[in-house]
């Protein structure tokens, strides 16, 4: 059956069509990456089963693993309370991030709470 596009008539995508998509692993609840997605690649994501961003830098749809094989198959995807941001939980088919590593986020770390700071 074909995918009813009106279900994304609730969705705030900003001037350039653009809606952000945090993506998470399934299974271990940590976020995994950061990208955009338009209406056609969410489209094609919910179609296939597979994560389909929009690269900014590149201005064309891009199939999350196509050419590393490291594919994101979607478990389930939710809108914050604004419509304005999407959550896409996955289960990862390798890394996440060009680099190898597991998750985007791997990189820099700009500021950890010292446990006496937590439990006070």
């Known amino acids: 059956m074909p995918l009813d596009k009106s279900v994304f008539d609730h969705l705030t995508f900003d001037s350039d069509g653009l809606i952000?998509?945090?993506?998470?692993?399934?299974g271990s609840s940590r976020v995994i990456m950061f990208a955009f997605m338009n209406r056609e690649s969410?489209?094609?994501t919910i179609e296939t089963g597979e994560t389909?961003?929009?690269s900014r830098?590149?201005?064309?749809l891009w199939h999350k693993g196509a050419t590393s094989g490291n594919t994101q198959t979607v478990v389930s995807i939710e809108t914050d309370c604004d419509s304005d941001a999407l959550l896409i939980r996955v289960t990862e088919n390798g890394p996440?991030?060009?680099t190898g590593s597991?998750?985007?986020?791997?990189?820099?770390t700009l500021y950890l709470a010292s446990e006496s700071s937590?439990?006070?």
Do not use: G, K, M, Y
């Open 20 to 26: 952000p998509a945090i993506v998470q692993s399934a």
């Open 57 to 60: 830098s590149r201005n064309e």
């Open 52 to 54: 389909v961003f929009w």
């Open 118 to 120: 937590e439990t006070e």
């Open 96 to 98: 996440a991030c060009h």
């Open 102 to 108: 597991e998750s985007c986020f791997d990189v820099q």
């Open 42 to 44: 969410l489209s094609q």
